[in-house]
């Protein structure tokens, strides 16, 4: 096959050409490899498009899949070329050999056009009933591809319905294609880019009657056919407490396949089983169903991360575990030596080996561990040696009677006299201290030893720490803090910070001999450009000024205990991971929102926990706690301030009086106006050899202050809302004009009328020095909370404080351009509707070409007209980006440019907005 990929010479598409054209099948056969070989090196063959199609009709198999191929290939790019050979797909998908009939049903559920979907419709009925199971599971895959290009075709032709049918097939391909088309589809059901999907449709969901038939399926399915079965069993509840546990005895034998895919997909079932099921148990069996199901679950996992393996699936199977063990901490705490590392594991799967150990350590694993803590601080990896002295100070944290113990190691890597081993032991041995308060200072000399070779800033902050806290008993405390404050401004901040409050505590605890010192410290604080340090420094000294007793009670309180699951994942988050074991989410440990922005418009079943099932029944008949509305807790909320701000807060809409609108239920049945002659599209033969007319130049995007330096905390925003192929972006520069550097900066939207809420995190540089500007774009969703509020209200915090600002976001950018809207479509919306706004409006352009002028270029396209004498009725409607329809009726009375407006919509927030863009638009 390398000879196809040989360097194109001069002529050689005239040559391809020659041999496509000629009668010889091997000539044509290989000159269509050739095509496809150029394809895939990235050269352009489109010239070619008609030589390659034209041998569609041969009755040669291999030449006709080699030209279903290069269709397949070149529909991802130019989709409305291959929409032409429609008719031969259709010729083909009734053809002898269920080969050819599975490849035309693939080949244009592959073409991503919305009219194909109107030829594939009645084939792919056809091949659902297939006598041919090869037919059968292609038409399965088929029609999940479908439903993204129109869900409606779907629905109303019974597609799911035969899907649900699939799932009885006796043949276990067929069985297995289906589950993976109505997973796929129960997916994508209300996401943004298919609109109109319908999230709770009960086709796409598993009957328990079909269960069964898909549990005997397991055994006779392929390998990757039993992961889509038991991808699909992970969505399915089972009804009662029976059938849960015939489900995960019948998962069990899956957890013995060679198949990580496999076993992982078995461990995620068995592992909702004991979160949902094996918890509601009789409370005397209830421990040991649990065990049983551990035991069960244990081997495999073992298995998957063995030498046996390849290293990318020890490292999956390594990120799942991670996440299991923090739920079943039991599961594997008699197989910690497994994940003993390895002196040819590559560093990913030493870290995580790492990290599982530090978890699964307990008292009677805790000496061979810190054996093996020990041995890998001497490794020549930095990263590895660092983490493996941070798992001696987890240990120490973690079980207090092994502290001394792991002390002792510390301290034994300290005399070692490396940098980062030093460092770092520095760091986790302040964390001990505040586990233990006064009860292990006397290894403080062994580390004021190495403060000359502190050049780190968590190291030094966390040396300064020690410094302050135990200052009466270290005699030359004053001396060592001064070694630092000589070099203070060169410090970084978290060094300053420090600094800061050890000497405030040094000076509370011998206030005799550090006064002057302290004095050097405030000062250089309450000079800092910085607002944090600054601040500190300003109340510390008032403080001290005031009410030393005070400022005692304040800085030398008891401080908050640390413990060692600091390092776990919240219960909401380890919730959500653990639904998407063996998943991406469960390798990077964040949900699927956090890297798949349309996945926050997905539905996502959620299982009940036990223990947030317990939370609930105890407080059922609670009253309602009004602070739920905010933010979720440990999230960032900025908007809490908004309700007392004024900064141009809407008032409800007032209800405009209703007009007579009429009732366009006989809008196609009366004459119509003469359509205004299609322009050719460029899709046809018409133009088919044609060149393109050149794009115009984008215009240059003007944006506009929102917000200014002296309300911003020296940030300044400017900032324009666009739509940038189909997607909503504020395109902002920001800028600091401030005399310091500023960070931390996070942003939030406002609940508004359009459901406008931000895509993704505000991503600046950080820290941000004074003079530098910074263009960045912010995708906007439209799936957040709706509330009455015109205007964006926004808050944008940084180090120096939260700034609240408005913007205005143009109508004309929520609506999909690309959208239009059927006649009977129309018609039908209409019709489910009846909540509709009407008002009056002078017209500059009175007439229906005026509208149409003006509504067109916005998106706002023409339906039909209705004369009814002397008014004429004209109808244009749009679909938002999220595919909410806009149903417009503007009658127009001859000689007056006085009319009507009439909206009506499944989004009636939206009519304020839009009346409001009506009138601005056609005045």
Known sequence: MSKFFQTSKKGETHELKEELNSDNKEKQKNAIKKVIASMTVGRDVSSLFSDVT?????VAIDIKKLVYLYVMNTAKSQP?????????????SQHDSPLIRGLAIRTMSAINVEKMADYLADPLKKALRDSDPYVRKTAATAVAKMYSINLAKVEEGGFLEILQDLMSDSNPTVVSNAVAALCEIREVSGVNGVPGANPNNDLAEFKPQTVHTLLNALNEASEWGQVYILEGLSGYHAKTQEEADLIAERIIPRLQHGNAAVVLAGVKLLVQYLETWAKRAPIETRAETIRKFCSKMAPPLVSLVSGGQEFEIRFVALRNITLIIQRFPDLLSNQIKIFFVKYNDPI?????????????????????????????????????????????????IKIDSATQKCIDVLLQLIKTKIN?????????????????????ESIIGALCENLDTLDEPDAKASMVWIIGEYAERIENADELLDMFI???????????????TAMVKLFLKRPHDTQELLQTVLKLASDSDVPDLRDRGFVYWRLLSCDPDAAKDVVLCEKASIDESSSKHDHELLNELLMHIAS??????????????????????????????????????????PGDSAAPQGELDLLGDFDDLDIHKSAPAAAAPAAAASDPMDLLGGPTAAATPAQPSGDGFDDFFGTPAPAAAPAAVQRNTILTADKGFGLQVDSAIINEGGIIKMDMLVSNNAQAPLMNFAMQINKNVYGAALGAKLELPEPMMPGVRHAVKLPLSLGGPVANILDLQIALKSNAGVAYFTDQLPFDRIINKAATVEKQEFLNIWRTI?????????????????????????????VANRPQPPALHVYSAAKTINGHSLLIEIVLNPGS???????????????QPLQAFLQQTLQ
Not at 54 to 58: M, N
């Open 54 to 58: 034209r041998l569609i009709s041969t």
């Open 80 to 92: 409305e070329k291959a929409v032409l050979l429609a008719g031969s797909f259709v010729r083909d």
């Open 348 to 396: 990913y799967i030493k870290l995580e080996k790492l990290d599982i150990m530090m978890a699964l350590v307990d008292p009677t694993t805790v000496d061979v561990c810190l054996s093996e803590f020990l041995e890998y601080a001497s490794e020549v990896d930095v990263e590895f040696v660092r983490k493996s002295v941070r798992a001696i100070g987890r240990t120490a």
């Open 420 to 440: 980062y081993v030093v460092q770092e032991g520095i760091i986790v041995i302040k964390d001990i201290f505040r586990k233990f308060p006064n009860q292990y």
């Open 486 to 500: 000589e070099t203070f401004e060169e410090e970084t901040m978290p060094v300053k910070l420090a600094i800061l």
């Open 584 to 625: 991406l989410a469960s390798v990077y440990h964040k949900p699927p929102s956090s890297f798949l922005p349309d996945y926050l418009h997905m539905p996502v079943k959620k299982v009940v926990y036990m223990e947030d099932m317990d939370e609930d029944e105890e407080g059922e008949d609670a009253e309602p706690d």
């Open 834 to 862: 009846s909540q509709e706004s009407s008002t009056a409006i002078t017209l500059s352009s009175p007439t229906e070409a005026g509208v149409r002028a003006k509504l067109e270029p916005h998106g706002i396209k023409f």
């Open 897 to 911: 440019p006085q009319g009507n407006v009439c909206v009506r919509s499944e989004a009636p927030q939206l009519y």
